[in-house]
């Protein structure tokens, strides 16, 4: 464009050259909500003001920045989780929808159980902090540990936590092996630790798997259940009698984390819990 159009013709520019190039077009307004500092309905009343310079500028070079392959959430810095906005970064996932029902499972579980008067949580691969930070600020009693074994993506939940006030204690650990070396006895154990087959993986959009960390999607072993089987291995001992194991899971390893979790806890009541479009989403164990 010859000069600096008006909103409503950055938008439809925008739209336009991101849909010739395969990627969706409401990640037009994600970006023009972005560098003009708008909501959705302030954008839509702002149609007819002109963008100033510098704002297009950059406006555009982000919108060719994501037609060639960078998520928005990596050129906004952020993304929204449980109506809240988190910092992102290459070094942790983004936010997904289907942790937010892992998340919701856990808030109505924890506030069904009325005798857990302080529950205490703890969150395994915690990332960029979204499960751990979002159940400290719904569940205002509770006691909330994240453990992550990658420095990065804990500064990145550091710092989540610090902005959004969530009482949070970090660790830099592995899986549950820090917490049963405490001899910790926690209610609630949640994770959606690394499940994706390295051949899945490989065929993943490149969105995802050239530009989200690889550490935090491939789950090793055949049916990349390996996380769950490591996580498992100490929850019996730190999971206190009545508390909840809850796991976010890939479509296909319902079969395979239930049966693992059998052998750690006989006899307990363990459930395949699908998503809202239908598929095994989470796996979860009631410790009684």
Avoid: C
Avoid at 113 to 128: A, F, M, Y
Avoid at 211 to 227: R, T
Avoid at 228 to 255: C, D, M, N, S, T
Wanted: glycine share 6%.
């Amino acid at each position: 464009m010859k000069e600096e159009p008006l909103v409503f013709e950055a938008r439809r520019w925008a739209s336009s050259f991101l849909s010739e190039h395969g990627r969706e077009e409401t990640a037009a307004d994600w970006l023009l909500e972005h560098h003009l500092q708008l909501s959705r309905p302030q954008l839509l009343a702002a149609a007819r003001e002109r963008v100033e310079p510098q704002t297009w500028k950059h406006f555009e070079q982000n919108v060719r920045n994501h037609a060639a392959g960078t998520p928005v959430q990596h050129l906004t810095g952020s993304s929204f989780f449980y109506d809240r906005e988190f910092s992102v970064n290459p070094d942790v996932l983004i936010p997904r929808m289907e942790t937010e029902e892992l998340v919701w499972h856990v808030i109505d579980w924890v506030q069904k159980n009325k005798e857990l008067k302080s529950p205490r949580i703890v969150d395994v691969g915690t990332g960029s902090g979204i499960i751990a930070v979002t159940l400290a600020l719904e569940l205002s009693t509770a006691r909330v540990q994240a453990v992550d074994i990658d420095s990065w993506a804990l500064e990145v939940a550091k710092r989540n936590a610090e902005r959004l006030r969530a009482p949070v204690v970090f660790h830099q650990e592995s899986f549950l092996e820090g917490i049963a070396s405490r001899k910790d006895q926690v209610d609630v154990i949640v994770s959606n630790p690394p499940y994706i087959p390295k051949e899945e993986w490989e065929q993943l959009d490149p969105l995802v798997r050239d530009k989200e960390p690889a550490i935090a999607l491939i789950g090793k072993g055949e049916e990349g259940i390996h996380s769950y089987e490591e996580i498992i291995k100490h929850a019996a001992e730190v999971l206190a009698p009545g508390g909840l194991l809850a796991f976010e899971i890939g479509w296909q390893q319902g079969k395979a984390v239930k049966k693992a979790a059998e052998k750690a806890f006989p006899g307990k009541r363990i459930q395949v819990i699908k998503d809202l479009n239908g598929n095994d989403r989470i796996v979860t164990v009631v410790n009684k």
